[in-house]
């Protein structure tokens, strides 16, 4: 007989984006909820009586009313190899990537550290409800193996890609544009589409890769277009003008990816801060989906993005920690750092946009929407439980609270991973490794 879990407790479900219609109207709490899993995927939802009545057999875990169960979340931009220089000390980008990221990632050329690593962040980000990622690796391929591995091992789903370098950056940590070829397409060729993996052709960004490579890169992913392509853009003002003063031929930073074939429905940008009007026309016109890492671009001083602005092209965006230029693995820190930019330039979010951030629209921007980001019968059953009074603090302000989106707000702002009352990954309980 197939085993079937039944949760049940608030439920949290989306009916459409709340950046493109009044959140009121597209995302709302079940108080009396309920759904059913079943291999490996939601079976149903509905109301706690009605599905304990028609799955009597059925494995009932109980959650109580100050408990939301939600989306996994899903975070569409980190660098996994970065993991244990998160919050290293103050720098700007250009000199971050020299003093903290690029000599880590030299680490990383051991297989043996890589897979520690990668088994390290999987464990840290799902103790923060995070069952979903999209993570740049190394230019070594076996960096890929190791997260791919971690993942396969943990039954998560994943888009992850090598790291493409072959220029401004150190002695080791630099391919060719046809060793990134030939190594990015082994790497399709063995994880694309096997189990719960997504490959992504990664560049890093411009500046660490000549147009030649960023020209061999377009064409595996015209070879390739059900892959992602995933990359930096517009992070910082003098990142730009470094863009610039190496591709003085380009109308701007973006034109130095559509040049090269490198913008698409399925590209997915990282940052865009800094965007210029025809950036933002040309991306909205493609289909391109771009990812805010509040934290990040807050913690090396990046500046501020225009969720608003933006939104209203219908740009898809998502949301990420950016792992390690961000300084925390928590989604939850994500989205309040998001409504913390979104005060400083006179948005500020409501509590159902920022938790469909950090769900569906990061989902969407990776192009999984049809099959996690939401609780919908037929997604694939990655779930995030949340305890709205984690600690006395929190509970304290829960309890004043006149509406459960008071309470959720609360713990967005004030949570971490003590709020994190459970997480199903493909419809199995996840627990910390001991």
Known sequence: MTSKTLLTGPLLRYAGDPFRAPWQEVIGIDTDGAVLLQDGHIASLGTRAALIAAHPQAKHVRYSDSHLICPGFVDAHVHYPQTAIIASWGKRLIDWLNDYTFPEEMRLSDPA?????AARYLDLTLAHGTTTL????TIHPHSVDALFDAAATRGQRIVAGKTCMDR?????????AQSAY????????RWHGRGRA???ITPRFSPTSTPEQLAALGAL?????DCLMQTHLSEQTDEIAWVEDLHPQARDYLDTYETQGLIGERAVFGHAIHLKPREIDRIAESGAALVHCPT?????GSGLFDMAGLTRRTIPVGLATDTGGGSSFSMLRTMAAAYEIGQLRGTPLHAAQLIWLATAGSARSLHLQDRIGSLQPGNEADLTVLDLASTPAIAQRAAMAEDI??????TIMMGDDRAIADVWVGGQQWHQPD
Do not use: H, V
């Open 113 to 117: 550290y890589a897979a520690r690593i």
């Open 134 to 137: 999209a993570s740049y690796c």
């Open 168 to 176: 401004n950056a150190p002695e080791g940590l630099r391919d060719t």
């Open 182 to 189: 030939d190594d990015s397409k082994a790497l399709i060729d």
């Open 198 to 200: 997504t490959y992504a």
């Open 221 to 225: 992913w015209r070879a390739y277009p």
């Open 296 to 300: 990040s671009n807050t913690f090396i």
């Open 405 to 410: 989106w008071e309470s959720l707000f609360a």
